[in-house]
């Protein structure tokens, strides 16, 4: 789910990047919140950063005492996702294994459906290896899958989510 969220964070400007001009320094400041946004990943309560969409408030800068550079506390609002039980999420199969398939569903690549939430499918092995039920719907890579979210988890030594999903429900499986 794609949530709109409310951001304060310190953002610091390099003593190089500044120029006497205002205009120059909003976007020294706008420059470094972006450079600093992209380089996090996801955080446990509000999932994974996708984009700032606006920059409400620059508070007033003060010096760092280490390096001479200025420290701004700016709030910002921004899109995150994070995945959530109970709702039904769209992926790409991106591997096919024995007991079950990863799939990437926006930037959350470790979402994993068990042979045993696929009801009906069979793992046929080969070359491309794939999951087929009786009706001849198959599950390979690249395939588009519809699924339901069973749990998540987050793991905080890799900033990066966990989910456990199924093809169990109404209007589920390959789209």
């Known amino acids: 789910m794609f949530l709109k969220t409310q951001l304060s964070w310190n953002v610091l ?6 120029d006497a001009e205002g205009l120059m320094l909003q976007r020294a400041i706008l420059t470094r919140l972006l450079d600093d946004f992209a380089t996090k990943k996801a955080v446990k309560d509000i999932g994974y950063f996708i984009a700032v969409t606006t920059l409400d408030r620059v508070g007033k800068g003060l010096i760092s005492q280490q390096s001479g550079a200025l420290l701004f506390p700016v709030d910002f609002s921004c899109i995150t996702f994070k995945i ?3 709702e039904t999420l769209e992926g790409v199969v991106h591997k096919v294994l024995k007991h079950g398939i990863f799939l990437r ?3 959350a690549e470790k979402v994993y459906i068990s042979h045993h939430k696929m ?3 069979e793992y046929v092995p080969g070359e491309n290896p794939c999951f087929v039920n009786d009706k001849g719907l198959k599950i390979e890579n690249g395939s588009l ?3 339901t979210v069973i749990a998540e988890r987050y793991d905080e030594a890799e900033k990066d989510f966990r989910a456990l ?3 169990e429900g109404d209007f589920l499986g390959p789209v």
Not at 13 to 18: C, D, G, I, K, S
């Open 13 to 18: 400007v390099p003593a190089e990047n500044l």
């Open 84 to 86: 959530l039980p109970g």
């Open 105 to 107: 569903c926006g930037p």
């Open 119 to 121: 009801a009906g499918y």
């Open 145 to 147: 899958v519809r699924v």
């Open 165 to 167: 999903v199924s093809l």
